[in-house]
């Protein structure tokens, strides 16, 4: 595999059906595995896993659209359309998206990168057996080790990758499968100030024909636009590779006024400075894990965002998940509980 390509990420969408028929990716699908787009669409993305995996995957699947799964990892190979390169060790990010499963694609290498990509995602699969070294313990994760010399109660202390932990389930039946969570998936234009939305997965919280080709800031709330601001500096930072280059960089997590109807982004609006609520003292056990945790992009919101009821149709808290890829970013929002 060429050093270029082993440094590349690209946004994939795929639907409901046992097969997984890819309904878009983005343009870098050719560096990573040398297919165009074209080749792809209405395709099963299925039938680019390794045999040897295919059963595992197709559960994985399964499963993640069933229990509703967000921003999960796993590690898995896919066959490169070059012959001679054979199965390419691949990092594969998911998340339901009402009626799509939407993520990334990217060469697998162990390293820093990896590890900060498994930490910022809810939940790390590894089918294939050969990543074994890219899973790491997170903070408050149960100890993997059972005390000496009492031996670990069956069925206890084994990765949830090892295939002898997999339970047996019932028989897996794709149709129908419902809708799942009102998420909405946006895919931007990471080279530009304005985040251009260029991809809206449903109309669930904002309208496609709305939103396509505008800037994303048009749909945060001005009193949220540069603290959203911020957290994609972050995240773009986080998504560099170690040549410098665009690509994938894990999960960041935040919660924002969403403008439903959208705005003029270009004109600033100077609103008053709002009352934040006040920060837990800094020796706050809550304090000092939210300190140490590079997931959470969470600032405190203005009083009131709560309490105070919109006019119909202004505004909607979401919580949000971005990410960065080498074609663009993601931002993926449902509307938040007030809890």
């Given at each position: 595999?060429?050093?270029?390509?082993?440094?590349?990420?690209?946004?994939?969408?795929?639907?409901?059906?046992?097969?997984?028929?890819?309904?878009?990716?983005?343009?870098?699908?050719?560096?990573?595995?040398?297919?165009?787009?074209?080749?792809?669409?209405?395709?099963?993305?299925?039938?680019?896993?390794?045999?040897?995996?295919?059963?595992?995957?197709?559960?994985?699947?399964?499963?993640?659209?069933?229990?509703?799964?967000?921003?999960?990892?796993?590690?898995?190979?896919?066959?490169?359309?070059?012959?001679?390169?054979?199965?390419?060790?691949?990092?594969?990010?998911?998340?339901?998206?009402?009626?799509?499963?939407?993520?990334?694609?990217?060469?697998?290498?162990?390293?820093?990168?990896?590890?900060?990509?498994?930490?910022?995602?809810?939940?790390?699969?590894?089918?294939?057996?050969?990543?074994?070294?890219?899973?790491?313990?997170?903070?408050?994760?149960?100890?993997?080790?059972?005390?000496?010399?009492?031996?670990?109660?069956?069925?206890?202390?084994?990765?949830?990758?090892?295939?002898?932990?997999?339970?047996p389930s019932p028989p897996m039946r794709f149709s129908p499968l419902p809708e799942q969570s009102s998420r909405t998936a946006l895919i931007l234009d990471r080279f530009s100030e304005r985040c251009t939305i260029?991809?809206?997965?449903?109309?669930?919280?904002?309208?496609?024909?709305?939103?396509?080709?505008?800037?994303?800031?048009?749909?945060?709330?001005?009193?949220?636009?540069?603290?959203?601001?911020?957290?994609?500096?972050?995240?773009?930072?986080?998504?560099?590779?170690?040549?410098?280059?665009?690509?994938?960089?894990?999960?960041?997590?935040?919660?924002?006024?969403?403008?439903?109807?959208?705005?003029?982004?270009?004109?600033?609006?100077?609103?008053?400075?709002?009352?934040?609520?006040?920060?837990?003292?800094?020796?706050?056990?809550?304090?000092?894990?939210?300190?140490?945790?590079?997931?959470?992009?969470?600032?405190?919101?203005?009083?009131?965002?709560?309490?105070?009821?919109?006019?119909?149709?202004?505004?909607?808290?979401?919580?949000?998940?971005?990410?960065?890829?080498?074609?663009?970013?993601?931002?993926?929002?449902?509307?938040?509980?007030?809890?």
């Amino acid at each position: 595999m060429d050093s270029n390509s082993s440094h590349v990420s690209f946004i994939g969408i795929v639907d409901f059906t046992e097969d997984a028929r890819w309904v878009y990716c983005s343009e870098s699908v050719q560096d990573l595995l040398g297919w165009e787009p074209r080749d792809l669409i209405n395709r099963p993305s299925l039938e680019l896993v390794h045999p040897d995996e295919f059963a595992q995957v197709r559960k994985m699947h399964y499963d993640t659209i069933k229990q509703d799964k967000a921003a999960t990892l796993a590690y898995l190979r896919m066959r490169h359309k070059d012959p001679c390169k054979g199965y390419i060790l691949c990092s594969i990010t998911r998340t339901v998206c009402q009626n799509v499963l939407v993520g990334s694609v990217s060469f697998a290498t162990p390293g820093p990168r990896a590890m900060h990509n498994n930490s910022t995602a809810q939940e790390v699969t590894v089918i294939t057996q050969s990543a074994k070294d890219f899973e790491f313990r997170k903070w408050n994760d149960p100890n993997p080790m059972p005390p000496c010399p009492i031996l670990a109660p069956p069925g206890r202390g084994r990765s949830l990758s090892d295939p002898a932990s997999v339970e047996p389930s019932p028989p897996m039946r794709f149709s129908p499968l419902p809708e799942q969570s009102s998420r909405t998936a946006l895919i931007l234009d990471r080279f530009s100030e304005r985040c251009t939305i260029y991809y809206c997965s449903n109309d669930s919280l904002v309208h496609t024909s709305a939103a396509m080709g505008r800037s994303f800031f048009d749909f945060v709330m001005p009193r949220h636009e540069d603290l959203v601001r911020n957290w994609i500096d972050v995240v773009k930072g986080w998504g560099v590779n170690e040549r410098g280059q665009p690509s994938d960089g894990g999960f960041g997590f935040g919660k924002f006024a969403l403008c439903v109807k959208g705005r003029d982004s270009s004109l600033k609006v100077d609103t008053p400075p709002s009352r934040a609520r006040r920060s837990p003292p800094m020796n706050n056990t809550n304090s000092r894990t939210r300190s140490h945790s590079h997931r959470d992009l969470t600032s405190p919101l203005p009083v009131g965002d709560y309490n105070r009821p919109p006019a119909p149709g202004e505004e909607i808290i979401v919580d949000a998940i971005f990410s960065a890829h080498s074609d663009g970013l993601m931002a993926i929002i449902r509307k938040a509980s007030s809890s």
